[in-house]
């Protein structure tokens, strides 16, 4: 079982920036495949960006290429966000995932953190 607790959401102006955190329980942290979604009000739940167990590969939705990068430090299992240039479709309850296969479904996740960006 993997606990997941982000932090880090709030209210910020168009242009500016955050930075979310995931933190994980469990010893096997480092082998899970984590994954950012995020949903906006009345919209469906949207892929924004995984990264692979173990230094592997990170991926982007075309919406955030460019201006969010994700990243992870294994040592204290958590994974990052790091959000730039945010717009305000990029308002939107996120929420960190894990998943211990390299493709398909997640497994686990977290609660959500709220981010709003104001114009």
């Known amino acids: 079982q993997v606990q997941l607790v982000e932090s880090g959401g709030g209210l910020v102006q168009d242009g500016g920036s955050l930075r979310l955190s995931c933190a994980a329980s469990?010893?096997?942290?480092?082998?899970?495949?984590m994954g950012w979604f995020r949903q906006a009000p009345g919209k469906e739940r949207e892929w924004v960006a995984s990264i692979r167990g173990r230094g592997g590969p990170s991926y982007y939705a075309d919406s955030v290429k460019g201006r969010f990068t994700i990243s992870r430090d294994n040592a204290k299992n958590t994974v990052y966000l790091q959000m730039n240039s945010l717009k305000p479709e990029d308002t939107a309850d996120y929420y960190c995932a894990a998943s211990n296969a390299d493709l398909g479904q997640y497994d686990y996740w977290g609660q959500g953190t709220q981010v709003t960006v104001s114009s």
């Open positions: 469990g010893r096997t942290f480092s082998s899970y495949r």
